[in-house]
């Protein structure tokens, strides 16, 4: 419990304590580029190289999440 107060109060020093996520507004432009490419990228993938499909699903899925706002 001491540790994990400790722990608490040094990462509240070395980091601002005010988390206003609701409030701020971020441009997502780049999550959109992220997500356009990587759809290119997926979809060339598809066509030329179908087995390494996989390997760009993730950054596909995750810049979409991101694009929209819901992670």
Same mark, same amino acid.
């Not at 992220?34 to 598809?46: D, K």
């Not at 979409?64 to 706002?69: F, I, N």
């Given at each position: 419990?001491?540790? +994990?107060?400790?722990?608490?109060?040094?990462?509240?020093?070395? *980091? %601002?304590?005010? &988390?206003?996520?609701?409030?701020?507004?971020?441009?997502?432009?780049?999550?959109?580029?992220?997500?356009?490419? +990587?759809?290119?990228?997926?979809?060339?993938?598809?066509?030329? *190289? %179908?087995?390494? &499909?996989?390997?760009?699903?993730?950054?596909?899925?995750?810049?979409?999440?991101?694009?929209?706002?819901?992670?």
């Amino acid at each position: 419990m001491v540790f +994990s107060i400790l722990i608490l109060k040094i990462f509240c020093v070395s *980091l %601002p304590c005010h &988390f206003n996520f609701m409030s701020e507004k971020k441009s997502k432009a780049g999550y959109w580029m992220l997500f356009a490419v +990587s759809l290119v990228t997926i979809i060339a993938l598809i066509i030329f *190289l %179908p087995e390494a &499909f996989w390997l760009a699903l993730p950054t596909t899925v995750g810049g979409l999440a991101m694009a929209m706002d819901w992670i």
